[in-house]
T-cell receptor
Framework: DQQVKQNSPSLSVQEGRISILNCDYTNSMFDYFLWYKKYPAEGPTFLISISSIKDKNEDGRFTVFLNKSAKHLSLHIVPSQPGDSAVYFCAASFVSGAGSYQLTFGKGTKLSVIP | GAGVSQSPSNKVTEKGKDVELRCDPISGHTALYWYRQSLGQGLEFLIYFQGNSAPDKSGLPSDRFSAERTGGSVSTLTIQRTQQEDSAVYLC??????????????FGEGSWLTVV
């Protein structure tokens, strides 16, 4: 049962245009949402996050939007650059019944920015 | 060290053998996580250590998997009697306190395990 879903395995965007990566979730207990970026042969690195009480968070070229009613979030990258080409993982956090913090990841979307 | 360190970076093992994967978290980070990523899959939670609390083992896929964390620092993930479906990259991460919300978790580069 996948609680965090990234339905697009890949996305290609022209340099300078906007990249929009989507993520859906099912667990209404999630209280923080995060995006991680992963280059080949490297571990994921944190990109941006948003609290469930917000609907938008912006950091430079990266903006995350959260629509709680739709259980949907998206990451916007504008303008897209070739160096943004990577796999992007959507993640959501909550505190489990055992009192433990967990971070649940989607399967990732591979973004290719074409020069 | 400056980041999360994992070893070995690559391991090829025969089916049925045991393997140990090591993780050295960032100094001072009390929370440590193990995830794995199989081909075409997302990051799958395995186990979580927080300070001296009992670990959350809810993600371990079978009793062939175990992990320990000695002295609140280095962690070892052990897979006994490896199977081909265990082939994956095993990622360790650490964070200050619980990592909740703005407390970012930092990943190592992973240990790539191939079971032949």
């Amino acid at each position: 049962d996948q609680q965090v879903k990234q339905n697009s395995p890949s996305l290609s965007v022209q340099e300078g245009r906007i990249s929009i990566l989507n993520c859906d979730y099912t667990n209404s207990m999630f209280d923080y949402f995060l995006w991680y970026k992963k280059y080949p042969a490297e571990g994921p690195t944190f990109l941006i996050s948003i609290s469930s009480i917000k609907d938008k968070n912006e950091d430079g070229r990266f903006t995350v939007f959260l629509n709680k009613s739709a259980k949907h979030l998206s990451l916007h990258i504008v303008p897209s650059q070739p160096g943004d080409s990577a796999v992007y993982f959507c993640a959501a956090s909550f505190v489990s019944g055992a009192g433990s913090y967990q971070l649940t990841f989607g399967k990732g979307t591979k973004l290719s920015v074409i020069p | 060290g400056a980041g999360v360190s994992q070893s070995p970076s690559n391991k090829v093992t025969e089916k049925g053998k045991d393997v140990e994967l090591r993780c050295d978290p960032i100094s001072g980070h009390t929370a440590l996580y193990w995830y794995r990523q199989s081909l075409g899959q997302g990051l799958e939670f395995l186990i979580y250590f927080q300070g001296n609390s009992a670990p959350d083992k809810s993600g371990l896929p079978s009793d062939r998997f175990s992990a320990e964390r000695t002295g609140g620092s280095v962690s070892t993930l052990t897979i006994q009697r490896t199977q081909q479906e265990d082939s994956a990259v095993y990622l360790c991460a650490s964070s200050l306190t619980s990592g909740r919300g703005r407390n970012t978790i930092y990943f190592g580069e992973g240990s790539w395990l191939t079971v032949v």
